[in-house]
């Protein structure tokens, strides 16, 4: 029914780039509030950023400057272009979706996640 796929995970070296995929096969894409969270071992899920229906892009802190999220709703894919990697960014990160109903909810539709492992 609702099925959120990522990919493009891998090992990178510090410094270096990757970009998450997302393909979301879900229905009124363009409608919803899409977002990439992470969870590293031993610690909580956390958020990474979010773009909403009307475009507007939020990061967390650590990740403002180096990040990007983007959409594309003809596709419904969901990107993030990740730049200048560090090893703390070392995490599974999982594509998530809001309900286009309430979009004030709790992010309610995940991905299995993808491993990115950045090496010192």
């Known amino acids: 029914q609702v099925q959120l796929v990522e990919s493009g995970g891998g090992l990178v070296q510090a410094g270096g780039s990757l970009t998450l995929s997302c393909a979301a096969s879900?229905?009124?894409?363009?409608?919803?509030?899409m977002a990439w969270y992470r969870q590293a071992p031993g610690r909580q899920r956390e958020l990474v950023a979010s773009?909403?229906?009307?475009?507007?892009?939020n990061y967390g802190d650590s990740m403002q400057g180096r990040f990007n999220i983007s959409r594309d709703n003809a596709k419904s894919m969901v990107y993030l272009q990740m730049n200048s990697l560090k090893p703390e960014d070392t995490a599974v990160y999982y594509c998530?979706?809001?309900?286009?109903?309430?979009?004030?909810?709790?992010?309610?539709?995940w991905g299995q996640g993808t491993q990115v492992t950045v090496s010192s």
């Open positions: 998530a979706a809001k309900s286009w109903v309430h979009p004030g909810d709790e992010y309610i539709y």
């Open positions: 879900i229905s009124f894409f363009k409608s919803r509030n």
């Open positions: 773009v909403s229906s009307t475009g507007r892009t």
